[in-house]
């Protein structure tokens, strides 16, 4: 079972807000990922680290941001939401052997 | 880049039934093919993956296999269940991506009792 936490698994909230996603493993995992999942079902690339400090954009172009000041953290952030980023954000982190571990998933609605 | 392309897009088999999804690659670089599986209001899970000096891989009910030479690797679901049913994604990795994985577009497994 792998280790991974995102918060919170469901928002609603309203045009201009600011949001951040949460995403946390135990598992000491080096490289972190956030993808896009559309009902489309296609998973989107948008954010990855490969350690703390590092962050870089992923295939998908996004408005979001992440950071990474510890290795077990890697939230994402939104500073004006817009209803163009209704979507599922799904986090994941890779072991030594390359396999993804994802999250829950978050659901963000904007109204 | 890698593209991965993943077909059909929805599959609805027979309980018992076997079921099948394909995949091409298009970076020959690539060594890396995992399987996920994703039900319903959860993320991707991994259930079965191959590395390219692997031709055929099983576990259990499900395999895969990897033709380099052309490009394609495929699931293989046998004696399907109910619980089988959910959103199949494959994958390939490689050095030349900086071991990121490209996810194939997905398929929508129907087992029907």
């Known amino acids: 079972e792998a280790d991974i936490y995102q918060t919170p698994r469901y928002l609603v909230i309203g045009t201009g807000k600011k949001i951040t996603l949460e995403c946390s493993q135990t598992?000491?995992?080096?490289?972190m990922y956030w993808y896009q999942q559309d009902p489309g079902m296609e998973l989107h690339l948008i954010h990855y680290s490969y350690g703390v400090n590092s962050t870089e954009k992923g295939d998908l172009s996004s408005e979001s941001t992440v950071s990474r000041i510890r290795t077990e953290h890697f939230p994402l952030t939104l500073e004006s939401a817009r209803p163009s980023h209704t979507s599922q954000y799904l986090c994941a982190s890779s072991g030594l052997r390359g396999e993804l571990f994802f999250g829950e998933g978050s659901r963000l609605t904007v109204l | 880049g890698e593209n991965v392309e993943q077909h059909p897009s929805t599959l609805s088999v027979q309980e018992g039934d076997s079921a099948v999804i394909k995949c091409t690659y298009s970076d020959s670089a690539s060594n890396y093919f995992p399987w996920y599986k994703q039900e319903l209001g959860k993320g991707p899970q991994l259930i079965i993956d191959i590395r390219s000096n692997v031709g055929e891989k099983k576990d259990q009910r499900i395999a895969v296999t990897l033709n380099k030479t052309a490009k394609h690797f495929s699931l293989h679901i046998t004696e399907t269940q109910p619980e089988d049913s959910a959103v199949y994604f494959c994958a390939a990795s490689g050095e030349t991506s900086g071991s990121r994985l490209t996810f194939g577009e997905g398929t929508q497994l129907t087992v029907n009792p």
């Open positions: 598992m000491g995992h080096d490289k």
